[in-house]
């Protein structure tokens, strides 16, 4: 199994920046495709951005394109998301997340999910 615990939520300004960490627990974390999911209140789960298992192609949701940017290393068996230009209608739960591939991920077929880490962006 893997587990995954996401760190680095906060509140901020918008228009400031802010890096959200997921670390995985280490057992095959890079045959993974990675990804990063979002709930604000009162929607549904929506995907913000993936990463395939070497860390060469990405996917973004057209919400947060240009201004959002996932990474990995796996070395650390850790997965980031750096927010930049934050928005107040970026506010919610983001969801740190493991699956087959960039495509599944972004159609939210995931393996594993983390608890979550709020995110809070003040006007």
């Known amino acids: 199994q893997v587990q995954l615990v996401e760190s680095g939520g906060g509140l901020v300004q918008a228009g400031a920046s802010l890096r959200l960490s997921c670390a995985a627990s280490?057992?095959?974390?890079?045959?993974?495709?990675m990804g990063w999911l979002r709930q604000a209140p009162g929607k549904e789960r929506e995907f913000v951005a993936a990463?395939?298992?070497?860390?060469?192609?990405?996917n973004y949701a057209d919400s947060v394109k240009g201004r959002f940017t996932i990474s990995r290393d796996n070395a650390k068996n850790t997965v980031y998301l750096q927010m930049g230009s934050l928005k107040p209608e970026d506010t919610a739960v983001y969801y740190c997340?493991?699956?087959?591939?960039?495509?599944?991920?972004?159609?939210?077929?995931?393996?594993?999910w983390g608890k979550g880490t709020l995110v809070t962006v003040s006007s």
């Open positions: 990463i395939n298992w070497s860390g060469g192609s990405t």
């Open positions: 280490r057992r095959t974390f890079s045959t993974y495709a």
């Open positions: 997340a493991a699956g087959s591939t960039t495509t599944t991920i972004g159609a939210r077929h995931i393996d594993y």
